[in-house]
């Protein structure tokens, strides 16, 4: 069931479970809830963005960015 | 355009209208010299950035194209872990470090970000929960304190609606969520928040795929229970379809 809301199911499985879908109304049922139910935590979990103290430590990792900024600030 | 004569500088206009010899006394604001013609566009011998290798150069480039744009991502799934930011900053951060260190190791082609979150959670189990107390006992309050203090600006654009699926707010679901035992917890993070598949999920938990699977059924089965609670304890009528 969880595969099938993630589309993770075989080609053979889909066909198997799709047959199965057509005359069972409570698989059916079951298969709409997983799927709403995944729906609500994409929706609802918020992401937060990461603080700009650790997107700077972490540019400076690779300082690269560091110098070519700078290059294009000469540059213009 | 380039002055000639011995002297060697280049004299650069700053706008383009045409250029004529009265225009030096005249509006000097329109150009400036420079007396070493392009030194500042090239390397300088010496200077920081010719120490770095040509290698060294490509591989920061490369990652800062493949790992650093996931920062986000991996940010919000140490929280989810550590339920701590300054934690989840230092988990971040040392996940970054090694992950740089061994970039050479990371298989081209293959998913960077699964990559970055299998290390990152390696590195939570190694630091962090040697010392927790008791592992997998949920605090309530912590979540709700936790989500409190770092809740953004973001407007809740959760109306009155009728589906009392759009009523539930970020915090509810987010408290299900974490009411789960963290196998269920994780599994469900990895695919329905981060977009992994079920191989890549099965590799970062050390599981074989099957389990993944199932972990997802029962723990998508365990959310919605969860979630018709709230629903119910708002009056909402879940019996009614959707």
């Known amino acids: ?76 | 355009m380039t002055a000639h004569g011995d002297a060697c500088f280049k004299l650069i206009i700053l706008d383009s209208k045409p250029f004529t010899w009265e225009t030096m006394i005249f509006e000097p604001g329109r150009f400036q010299f420079m007396d070493k013609p392009d030194q500042t566009r090239h390397v300088k011998p010496g200077t920081k950035k010719e120490t770095l290798t040509r290698e060294e150069r490509q591989k920061q480039l490369e990652f800062q194209k493949e790992a650093v744009v996931h920062l986000n991502s991996l940010y919000n799934y140490a929280l989810h872990l550590t339920m701590n930011p300054d934690d989840a900053e230092d988990l971040v951060q040392e996940t970054y470090l090694k992950a740089y260190r061994f970039f050479n190791s990371f298989e081209r082609g293959t998913n960077c970000k699964a990559w970055l979150f299998k290390i990152l959670k390696n590195n939570y189990i190694n630091r962090f929960r040697k010392n927790s107390k008791e592992p997998g006992k949920v605090d309530y309050d912590l979540i709700k304190d936790f989500y409190h203090s770092i809740k953004d600006v973001q407007n809740d654009t959760s109306e009155a609606d009728s589906d009392y699926f759009h009523s539930l707010l970020h915090e509810e679901v987010y408290q299900a969520l974490h009411s789960l035992p963290e196998e269920f917890r994780e599994v469900i993070q990895l695919c329905d928040i981060e977009g992994f598949t079920y191989e890549e999920i099965a590799n970062m938990v050390e599981s074989p795929i099957g389990t993944v699977r199932s972990r997802l059924y029962r723990g998508r089965k365990l959310l919605r229970e969860q979630l018709e609670g709230y629903a119910k304890k708002y009056g909402f009528n879940t019996d009614t379809d959707q």
């Open chain 1, 1 to 76: 069931m969880s595969a099938a809301v993630d589309c993770e199911l075989s080609l053979r499985e889909e066909q198997v479970f799709l047959l199965h879908l057509s005359e069972c109304q409570e698989c059916k049922d079951e298969l709409e809830e997983a799927k709403n139910t995944k729906m609500i935590i994409k929706e609802k979990i918020v992401q937060f963005k990461a603080p700009q103290t650790l997107i700077n430590s972490i540019m400076e990792l690779t300082s690269v960015t560091r110098l070519e900024q700078e290059d294009s600030v000469l540059f213009e």
